[in-house]
């Protein structure tokens, strides 16, 4: 399956079983806390993605990297049509968040184009990698 059609379901299944410990179902189950069906039907697209508790959880047991844990965010989030649990505070309740909707909105406009965003993203990157 192409990455960017995988739904959350098939993306923590994946994850599991790439995890070098040859996890079940069960194991991972157990370790959130939750039942063996009800990740079952999480991983079949047959139940909403996990709340962040369990998606932290998930990560932290797996060892997941950084980018994978942004891409559950998205993911639950894309399946539930709601901001996504970890920058919901920032994005809906905060300056920045008023700024970034902001930007998002005349992005719709045509006004701010993706090399624009491209730009912007490698500005930070490289302003990121330099010493503080």
Same mark, same amino acid.
């Given at each position: &399956?192409?990455?960017?059609?995988? $739904?959350?379901? #098939?993306?923590?299944?994946? @994850?599991?079983?790439?995890?070098?410990?040859?996890?079940? #179902?069960?194991?991972?189950?157990?370790?959130?806390? +939750?039942?063996?069906?009800?990740?079952?039907?999480?991983?079949?697209?047959? /139940?909403?993605?996990?709340? !962040? %508790? @369990?998606?932290?959880?998930?990560?932290?047991?797996?060892?997941? !990297?950084?980018?994978? $844990? !942004?891409? &559950?965010?998205?993911l639950a989030a894309r399946e539930t049509g709601e901001v996504p649990s970890d920058i919901d505070d920032t994005f809906m309740y905060s300056d920045i968040g008023d700024m970034a909707r902001?930007?998002?909105?005349? !992005?719709?406009?045509?006004?701010?184009?993706?090399?624009?965003? $491209?730009?912007? +993203? /490698? #500005?930070? %990157?490289? @302003?990121?990698? @330099?010493?503080?």
């Amino acid at each position: &399956m192409r990455e960017e059609n995988m $739904r959350f379901g #098939q993306f923590i299944r994946a @994850k599991r079983l790439a995890d070098r410990r040859e996890l079940t #179902q069960k194991d991972v189950a157990d370790r959130l806390g +939750i039942s063996l069906t009800l990740l079952s039907d999480i991983e079949k697209n047959r /139940r909403k993605p996990f709340d !962040s %508790e @369990k998606i932290e959880a998930f990560c932290a047991f797996l060892e997941l !990297s950084d980018a994978d $844990r !942004s891409r &559950m965010y998205d993911l639950a989030a894309r399946e539930t049509g709601e901001v996504p649990s970890d920058i919901d505070d920032t994005f809906m309740y905060s300056d920045i968040g008023d700024m970034a909707r902001h930007a998002l909105r005349l !992005s719709n406009a045509g006004v701010i184009g993706e090399e624009d965003w $491209r730009a912007f +993203i /490698r #500005q930070i %990157e490289e @302003k990121r990698g @330099k010493p503080d």
